[in-house]
């Protein structure tokens, strides 16, 4: 096990930079997500971390130590891709135990690392197959134990659920969570799937065109996002973020209601800011209820457990979140009452948070 960290790291493929300056630390045994849209740098920053990628400037160091200038297989981590890269021709005890081979370990302690990791995995009855007559989620084990019997100080893992259906990757995310927790190995995971970030991430790092837009633990970034970009990106569904106008008194017009919200009282009447409430932090209110915002329901969609629905005022749109089940129809009119205190606030032009 080993800490990471990433000193003003910048990477440029001729004139155009992708990456831009990025501080990140890592501490030992900690399990980090990079998280972010398609192109924003994640998966880039991961694969110069891997030693795939030239480093343009900047440092990384492993355990203390340097490694830009050195290859993957001297850097002592170990990689899971998306796409499994097994050996079709061999065996699941032959793939998992090939990195070990190749380094001329000695056949009696690979045999018992693979079979080690093999039952970490749920892997033993499968040792003797192929790739072809296994599942999905047992090839991204098999991928998974391939990296788990080098003994690595640092885990690299590049979107690896992607390829898998829904319901495999929520149990898949919480098997390897459940292995990080075993292990204890410094662990480094891109997605762009932020559900995935916010479950298994002890600290999440949100990434924005090659920057850090935030870095913070799962819940602190969801309650506290820094701009109305994470606003938007963390949370499912995301963060109403509507157009509003400061009128001093600490309270805002937005989808031509009078909002109160935390930071409002300190900004000048007039002022152009952007409102936030997350679907859940939506009540629908009673008739004559102050601080509501009238609004016409367009679409109902009933989960079971819940009932979302998306409804519209003044041009602006919104999604709630109720816990109960609801007897709506569309072209239904509701109050929606943003909860005291639940509110957030950025500034217009920069997108930066109000407190």
Partial sequence: MAEVEIRGLVKAYGAQAV????????????????????GCGKSTLL????????????????????????????????MVFQSYALYPHKTVAANMGFPLKMRGMPRAEIEERV??????????????????ALSGGQRQRVAMGRAIVRAPQVFLFDEPLSNLDAKLRVQMRAEIRELH??????????????????????????????????????????????DSFVAGFIGSPSMNLLPAVALGGGRVRAAGADLAAPGAERL???????????P????????????????????????????????????????????????????????????????????????????
């Fill in 181 to 226: 927790q075993r292990l204890a190995t410094t662990t480094v995971y891109v997605t762009h799937d932020q559900i995935e970030a916010m479950t298994m991430a002890d600290r999440i790092v949100v990434m924005r065109d090659g920057r850090i837009a935030q870095v913070g633990a799962p819940l602190d970034v969801y309650d506290r996002p820094a």
């Fill in 280 to 355: 859940e932090h939506l009540d629908i209110a009673p008739e004559g209820a102050e601080g509501a915002i009238e609004a016409i329901v367009a679409v109902v969609e009933p989960t079971g457990s819940e009932t979302h629905l998306v409804a519209r005022a003044e041009g602006a749109e919104l999604t709630v979140v109720a816990r109960d089940r609801l007897s709506v129809a569309p072209g239904a009119r509701l109050r929606l009452a943003p909860r005291p205190g639940l509110a957030h606030l950025f500034d217009a032009g920069t997108g930066r948070r109000i407190d």
């Fill in 115 to 132: 079979a080690r990791a093999a039952e970490i995995l749920g892997l033993t009855p499968y040792l003797s197959r192929y790739p072809r």
């Fill in 268 to 278: 000048a009447p007039g002022a152009a800011v952007t409102f936030g409430v997350r």
């Fill in 19 to 38: 990456v831009h300056g990025v501080d990140i630390d890592i501490e030992d045994g900690q399990f980090v997500v990079l998280v972010g849209p398609s």
């Fill in 47 to 78: 694969r110069m971390i891997a030693g795939l990628e030239a480093v343009t400037g900047g440092t990384i160091r492993i355990g203390g130590r340097v490694v830009n200038n050195l290859p993957p297989a001297e850097r002592d981590i170990a």
